[in-house]
């Protein structure tokens, strides 16, 4: 039950931002400030559910290797992606949004793996506010060039349950994997998506609000600090 809520909850801010994106007004520099902050909150909940949790079954050297290891390949990824879909931007966005979220997803599940929801919170609600903007800014750029709203809202809606399907295959599948390998998959998973703020996130950010987005940053860390005192953290 609670593998179904927090996956639920995640996955359909997706639904819900695309439709905010598609059938609400979105200023630039809004979008561009909430990005921003969700961002923010990300930096706090990789840090503190996915990086140092690690520490206490990795050697540090091993999990530095890792973190770079998911560094490296998000950026080849989204390099190649780039490169292959040069033209065609909702479909560029739509893919980055994609394999920025299934490390997300696949981290979100194996977190859950022996948790209380409250211990997943910061985490899941660090996602949940990345989501929503995203997904907005992202079903706005793809209905207003090559595709319709219908269409668009369509893809969104898939995406969502591709992400949801790998929060649930990060959790019942990797079970009864030892908490070295919990930790290591998490820690790749931290790098890319690391990687993601630094070339994905925070660019757009700051091309739609370019003087509010260091304040927006520091709001979602405050954000994310005080969702994870809800584990104690």
């Not at 949790?53 to 091993?62: I, K």
């Not at 506010?129 to 706005?140: D, K, Q, T």
């Amino acid at each position: 039950m609670e593998l179904f809520f927090t996956v639920t909850t995640v996955s359909a801010a997706l639904i819900v931002g695309a439709l905010w994106g598609l059938y609400l007004p979105l200023p630039r520099k809004l979008e561009g400030f909430l990005v921003a902050m969700a961002g923010g909150a990300l930096i706090v909940s990789v840090m503190e559910e996915l990086i140092r949790p690690a520490l206490e079954t990795l050697p540090f050297w091993l999990l530095a290797l890792v973190v770079a290891a998911g560094a490296v390949a998000f950026t080849a990824a989204d390099r190649g992606l780039e490169a292959r879909m040069q033209g065609s931007k909702g479909a560029g966005l739509l893919l980055a949004i994609t394999f920025d979220g299934v490390p997300e997803n696949l981290a979100l599940g194996t977190a859950l793996i022996g948790a209380s929801g409250l211990e997943v919170a910061a985490l899941a609600g660090a996602i949940l506010l990345s989501n929503l903007p995203e997904a907005a800014g992202g079903a706005r750029n793809m209905a207003g060039g090559e595709l319709s709203r219908r269409r668009t809202l369509m893809l969104w809606t898939g995406t969502a349950a591709l992400l949801a399907t790998a929060a649930i295959v990060g959790n019942l599948a990797l079970q009864d994997v030892s908490e070295s390998w919990l930790a290591a998959i998490r820690c790749f998973a931290a790098g890319a998506v690391a990687a993601s703020l630094a070339t994905e996130v925070f660019p757009k950010a700051f091309s739609e609000d370019h003087f509010g987005t260091g304040i927006a940053i520091a709001a979602g860390l405050l954000a994310a600090l005080g969702l994870s005192q809800l584990s104690g953290g």
